[in-house]
């Protein structure tokens, strides 16, 4: 069996997770992983709730004592930053000075709207609330500045809930011009499996969408669990294992230093 790498781990350095840093090692060990992102939020948009939260150098301190506690476990230093072609001046001094593998990237703002917010979904169709996403989101993949596109179409988990549905088809354009950037800038895509544990119980992104991009040249893979909780490292790898090999796609890629240092076959 092979041993999958989970490239998208929360833990308590997380405004939303409680879980230390070295139970969701032993946790990620138990479950069979031997490669392991912790990608904690760092967000800066004011009306986030964690603005200020997120600390590097407590983060990096208990990253190396797990480093050492867990010699067997390949363990990367990951940030998931929140709308980076946004707030670029807070977010570049940061990466700049501190030891990050690998940075993802992520889209949880679109102006004002939050894409967990229920009245956002309510308040408007969804060919506008997906809409206005799929146009920002290109944007954000265009202007790069990171490693990894993560939940490419994120907002289903809540649109989903409120609309009973969610068909990835209208927004081919946006989705299209997205994947172009991410060929361009040596972005890999994120098969995030959080969405199969929310109500619409499927990975990021749709499974037409994954194949936009292998159609396009998209080669570039890694797999992300979005845990906040132990038992979630590695959730759902086998269904992205096999959406993923149903495109074409075998491998992952598996980063250092900022850069693709090696491959993980499927
Ligand atoms: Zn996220
Ligand atoms: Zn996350």
């Given at each position: 069996m092979t041993a999958f790498i989970d490239y998208h781990i929360h833990t308590?350095?997380?405004?939303d997770c409680k879980i230390p840093m070295a139970e969701m090692c032993a946790a990620a060990i138990e479950a069979g992983i031997s490669e392991i992102a912790f990608s904690d939020h760092f967000n800066n948009h004011l009306?986030?709730?964690?603005?200020?939260?997120?600390?590097p150098e407590r983060y990096f301190t208990d990253l190396e004592r797990c480093r050492r506690q867990f010699p067997n476990l390949t363990i990367r230093a990951a940030v998931e930053v929140g709308e980076p072609h946004r707030w670029q001046r807070k977010i570049q001094p940061v990466l700049e000075r501190y030891p990050y593998d690998v940075v993802l990237g992520s889209l949880h703002w679109v102006g004002n709207n939050n894409?967990?917010?229920n009245d956002y979904f309510r308040g408007n169709p969804p060919q506008v609330a997906f809409g206005a996403y799929f146009t920002e989101l290109a944007r954000m993949a265009a202007h790069g500045g990171f490693n990894i596109l993560a939940?490419?179409?994120?907002p289903k988990r809540v649109g989903f809930e409120v609309y009973g549905a969610f068909d990835i088809r209208p927004f081919e354009d946006s989705i299209r011009a997205t994947w172009q950037a991410c060929i361009d800038n040596d972005i890999a895509l994120e098969l995030n499996t959080k969405g199969l544990r929310?109500?619409?119980?499927?990975?990021?992104?749709a499974q037409e969408a994954l194949r936009w991009y292998v159609e396009m040249g998209g080669r570039l893979l890694t797999f992300g669990s979005?845990?906040?909780?132990?038992?979630?490292?590695?959730?759902g790898f086998e269904v992205a294992r096999q959406s993923a090999l149903s495109v074409g796609l075998s491998r992952v890629c598996r980063f250092e230093g900022g850069r693709i240092v090696g491959w993980s076959d499927l």
């Open positions: 308590h350095h997380s405004f009306l986030d709730i964690d603005l200020g939260y997120y600390d894409m967990f917010s939940h490419v179409d994120l929310s109500a619409a119980a499927e990975i990021h992104p979005d845990a906040h909780r132990a038992n979630n490292i590695g959730g």
